[in-house]
T-cell receptor, first 114, second 110 residues
Framework: DAGITQSPRHKVTETGTPVTLRCHQT?????MYWYRQDPGHGLRLIHY???????DKGEVSDGYSVSRSKTEDFLLTLESATSSQTSVYFC?????????????FGNGTRLTVT | GENVEQHPSTLSVQEGDSAVIKCTYS??????FPWYKQELGKRPQLIID?????GEKKDQRIAVTLNKTAKHFSLHITETQPEDSAVYFC?????????FGKGTTLSVSS
């Protein structure tokens, strides 16, 4: 196990409500990532972080914000959830160094927006 | 931005046959290409990776080849077994992130 914990594991919420997903790592890695996984689309990058308070947008960042106030936690927030954000969300950390090293994924959060 | 195309989307083979999955990428700056396996309801897990200074890498029944000139890389699984049934994703590096293909569902029947 790569020392990544995602919470909650499952969540059902209503359209228009705010939702925050948490990713916690025990590895002290600098780089952390949020992906969403949908049938037919594979894994798509939402946002990533390269250090405390340092974040950048990915492929599908609209409707999402992130925060990283300490190394071990990376939060993903849906300010006003929509049905199109129903998905499985994976957090990942990068192994040693920023480049040429694999990502290790958490167990995912299944979010349903009704 | 980087675009990673993966083919085929589904692949069915008989146990013992070989399976090949192919990916192409668009960003010539990409220099790291991992492959992930995802079983139903589980997280993606790294099975093999290759860096741009290497043309081929092998790990038991799994091998990956890379053609940087043509911007494509492939996963080869030999002597397939039922436990190889899963979704396989290729990815290419873009700066500090990875961009993934849409996945290939491999089914191995005994």
């Amino acid at each position: 196990d790569a020392g990544i914990t995602q919470s909650p594991r499952h969540k059902v919420t209503e359209t228009g409500t705010p939702v925050t997903l948490r990713c916690h790592q025990t590895e002290n890695h600098r780089y952390m990532y949020w992906y969403r996984q949908d049938p037919g689309h594979g894994l798509r990058l939402i946002h990533y972080s390269y250090g405390v308070k340092d974040t950048d947008k990915g492929e599908v960042s609209d409707g999402y914000s992130v925060s990283r106030s300490k190394t071990e936690d990376f939060l993903l927030t849906l300010e006003s959830a929509t049905s199109s954000q129903t998905s499985v969300y994976f957090c990942a950390i990068r192994d040693t160094g920023p480049h040429n090293s694999p990502l290790h994924f958490g167990n995912g959060t299944r979010l349903t927006v009704t | 931005g980087e675009n990673v195309e993966q083919h085929p989307s589904t692949l069915s083979v008989q146990e013992g046959d070989s399976a090949v999955i192919k990916c192409t990428y668009s960003d010539s700056a990409s220099n790291y290409f991992p492959w992930y396996k995802q079983e139903l309801g589980k997280r993606p897990q790294l099975i093999i990776d290759i860096r741009s200074n290497v043309g081929e890498k092998k790990d038991q029944r799994i091998a990956v080849t890379l053609n940087k000139t043509a911007k494509h890389f492939s996963l080869h699984i030999t002597e397939t077994q039922p436990e190889d049934s899963a979704v396989y994703f290729c990815a290419a590096s873009v700066g500090t992130a990875l961009i993934f293909g849409k996945g290939t569902t491999l089914s191995v029947s005994s």
